[in-house]
Structures are given as structure tokens and as C-alpha cells.
């Protein structure tokens, strides 16, 4: 029923009264002379009661249901426990990419106009210099030293350490139903501007279930989140998490010691991060022959993930382990999975002759469909739409886990969604993809990236993978300027072509890949870039529209 009651703090409060004393939340607190780290810890228990202190605290301020809190803090215990002690309230948590820059972050608070705010101490300087963008903040709590005037502090709420020593508070989830909000999530802004998800406790419901489902997360598992709110989702499961030390931002960056370590420290089992992340730490692996055995699940997404990653990984990871790929978006998440054995098997060499990246199956209780791509609006939905097997079109989504809305975005809420007869909602994806004939998912590359020629589409994925065999390359990225496809190409470390005599020789090598293929033949025009822009979030989504505005002035 639409009205029935369900918070998702609930599920919390569950697994604090099933596992009780069982350690639930680490995170590093220092490091020793031999290299492992010490760990701030929390149980089950002693996080619910952080939760409850937290939340006591909050609603006395103001914070109540539907009240909109921007989210501020970096990943740790006070994170996880004002997360969830938000949820408690009713109140909805307005969580932004603090790295996608000023003038987009901006943007997102402008559009949500938070009424509260919970945010490191430095966050809330920057919010006096703009104050305008916060015209309905009216409550201000901080974390960290030297927080300005009017800010309450976490710290001064409970210390962590009260609570290891049986500080109890008590405090009674709000009332919530399955349809009301529970979070305000925006999109890294990877392909456009950021627009605020909007999350009903349903959506984080099904999420919660799927996860158990599909990819086995559950307290048989010991986790480490190199993705900072999957943590929130363990602990629901009854899963322990750790949470490493690095930067959230910059994954591709990290020290690979930092995730090594508490891998073999804390028999870690499961993780999920980027594929950023993880290629840096296989190949790290790798070249000093370490071995992670007891890691058996790794789930990696954010961008499609190569068949050298998945070799890579398996590579290091226990003999018996398991890479799965969740296919999906912030607004839509986890629709589709695949695992890295039938990818390696079945359709790695389909993928580097063009085919695309295959995504998986359908999860359960989710329905995925092909349709006829259309640039404008789809007001309402007709099964003619739907493409047959192998036909490339527009990927929709319809599922428990798809959003209710962008927030406060009535045009792209149109523009994003087809109505069904019985008042059913089709999310578009804003993906190009098809169906195999097994049932197999595959993805193109998004819609917006694709190159319309006069004489033929070309679709990015497919494309980049035919030039991404060339052996000094890391990667491409296709572009187009006014219907004429433009390839730029990252080159391997040390391969980049310093001279004119050198870049005319890797271009001709280049061409000659993409003749022996009728749909990257008309691709001529190559252009070489150091290192691409790529998004904050998992630092794997290119940022091809900045490349397309560099073609458009590097070819004048």
C-alpha cells in the first residue's frame, strides 16, 4: 500500500537488536609503524545509540519531518550516524559531490533551499561568503574545530567515546510511509547539469533488497566501502564496514596500501568501489605479487569495466571470488548485473570487435525495455515503441528502485519520464543500448554522446573500443563537431607523441584500426589529450561535452 509506514532508519535499529555487540563501523583513526591502521569503532549497538543521540538532538533544534538538511561531513562514525539520525527525524538529507565545483554546488543548493544544515566547519565559513544561496537555513550544526558563530556542535551532542562506554538514548523513528521522501541525491553532473534525485523510503527499501539478493551482501560478509554511503547500506545488512582512508573525490588517486591493508587486516570479504580505484590498486598488486584471499565479492561501477580490469582483479582477489558489475545511475540503481566470469567467457571479444559493453540481466522486480530513441519528449508509453533483439535504441527502466522525480525540476521531469496507461512510470535512462537474443543487456554508450553523421550514427563505446586495442593507448573518447565524428585519444604513460612526425604515425596506425570496421571507418580526425576530464564521484566517467567544446576550438 502507498500509505503503509516504513523508515529506513528502522532497518538499522533491526540489526542493532539482532547483532547487538558484533562490530558494525571502523574507521581509521592512525596508523602504526608497521602499516596497519588503528580503528575508531562502533557496534551495532553503540551506532544506534549515536543514531538516537544524534537525532534527540536534531529534532530539538528544529529538524523535523520533511524538513531538508544539506549534508556536509566527511565519511566516518558522526557521518554514518547523522545520516541515519536524519532519517530518523522524517527530515530529508540533501546529499551533494562536494567536488563537482562552487558554481554547480551552488547551483544544487540553490535549487534545493535547504532548511538546515549539518557540514564540516570549514563548509560553514564558505556558506557565510554565500549567504544568498541559503535564504532558509535556519539551523546550523558543525563538525570540527573552529566552527563560526551559531553553529551547535556534533561533538558537544555525545562524544563517540560516551557512547563506547554505554551512553543509551532512545528515540522513536518518525512515522514515515514507503512514498515519502527520504532523500534529495544529485548527479555528478557528468553529463549535464546536477539535478536532485529524488528518494522515497521505497526506492532505499528495494535498494536494501536487491543488494541482499543479487549480490549476497549480508552479515556473512566483512565490507570495506571505497564508496562512502554503500557503508549505510551494510551496516543495514548486518555487514561490517570499513571505511578506508583516502580520498572520495579522487579514487583513481588513492594510496593502494590504504585499501591492501585493511583488506588483510580485517579479512575483508566484500567491497565495492570504482573502476578507477580498482585498476590502481591491481596493478599495484600485481607488480609486487600481493595476493587479497580473503577478498570473495568485489562489485565495481560508475563506468564499464574492461576485460584487463576483471582479469586484473581476479587476478588478486581469492580463487573463488566473484566481480559483479550493477548497471544503473543515481536515478536508477542497481537495474541490471553482470559478473566478471560470463563477461570474460562470453562477450570481452564482442566488445572489443564494437558490440558495446554487455551489462547483464534485469534484476528481479525490474523491467528494462528498447525503444526507438526520440530527442524530445515521450508523453505517453506504447509497446510499439520497444525494438526487437540486437536493434539499438533509448534504454527505460521501470522498477521500485527508479526515482520518484528530479527535485524542483519540472523540465527535466518531462523529459525523463513516459506514462503508462495504468499511470506506470518509464524512466529513460538517457542510454543507447540493446537486447541480445539471450536477454543480455548491452550499452552503447549514452544518447547525448552519440555522433549523428549524414550518413551514419556513431555511438561512443562502440567506437572507442575499436581504437582502444591500439597498444599505446589508454583510452579514447569519441566527439563530434557539427556531425563530423572526432576521436581524441589518451595515450599510454610515456607514449604521448611529443613531435608532428610522431603523431602522424600514430594517427595512420590509428586509422588503419578503425578501416577494418564499416562503423568506424568514417572516423578520421584524431586529436591527442593528455589526460581527460573525468567525474568527481568515480573519476571513470569522461567528461566528453568539455572535449567536444576543445574539438570544436582546436579544429577552427
Sequence with gaps: MNDQLFNISRLLTEAAGKYEDREALFAPCGQKPD???????????????????????FSRRGIVKGTRVLMLLKPGLEFAGAVFAVYKTGAVPVLIDPGMG??????????????????????????????????????????????PPGCARIEDI????????????????????????????????????PKGVVYTHRTFKAQVELIREVYGAGPDHIDMSAFPLFALFAVILGMPSVIPKMDFTRPAKVNPENIIRPILDKNISFSFGS??????????????????????????????VTAGLHRAVKQIMAADGEIMVPYGATEALPIASFTGTEMLAETAALTAQGKGYCVGYPNPGIKIRVITPADGEIMTWNDQFVLPPDDIGEIVVQGDVVKKEYFNNPQHNLMSTITGADGS???????????????????????????????????????????????????????????????????????FPETQSAKSEFISELKKLG?????????????FHRSFPVDIRHNAKIFREKLAVLAGKLLK
Design 425 to 495: 512510470r518509464w524512466h529513460r535512462m538517457g542510454d543507447m543500448g540493446y537486447f541480445d537474443t539471450k536477454g543480455r543487456l548491452w550499452f552503447c554508450g549514452r544518447k547525448n554522446h552519440r555522433v549523428i553523421a549524414p550518413d551514419r550514427t556513431y555511438y561512443s563505446v562502440c567506437s572507442e573500443a575499436i581504437f582502444n586495442q591500439h597498444p599505446d593507448v589508454s583510452r579514447t573518447a569519441l566527439t563530434g563537431v557539427n556531425g563530423k565524428p572526432v576521436l581524441f585519444v589518451e595515450p599510454r604513460p610515456g607514449k
Design 515 to 527: 578501416q577494418a570496421y564499416p562503423f568506424t571507418s568514417g572516423i578520421q580526425t584524431f586529436l
Design 102 to 147: 562552487t558554481k554547480n554546488l551552488l547551483g544544487c543548493i540553490r535549487q534545493t533551499l535547504p532548511e538546515a544544515v549539518i557540514a564540516i566547519s570549514p563548509a560553514h565559513w564558505i556558506r557565510l561568503l554565500f549567504r544568498k544561496y541559503f535564504p532558509c537555513a535556519k539551523i546550523f550544526f558543525s563538525l570540527g574545530k573552529f566552527p
Design 275 to 304: 573502476p578507477a580505484l580498482w585498476r590502481t590498486v591491481s596493478a599495484y598488486c600485481i607488480a609486487r605479487n600481493i595476493k587479497l584471499p580473503s577478498l570473495k565479492k568485489v562489485l565495481m561501477a560508475g563506468a564499464p
Design 158 to 193: 555525545v562524544s563517540i567515546e560516551t557512547i563506547r562506554q554505554g551512553g543509551k538514548f532512545d528515540f522513536d523513528a518518525s512515522d514515515t510511509t514507503l512514498n515519502d521522501t527520504a532523500a534529495i541525491v544529485f548527479t555528478t553532473g557528468s553529463t549535464g547539469p
Design 35 to 57: 602499516g596497519s591502521f588503528d580503528y575508531s569503532v562502533l557496534t551495532f549497538r553503540q551506532l544506534e545509540n549515536l543514531v538516537n543521540a544524534y537525532a534527540l538532538a
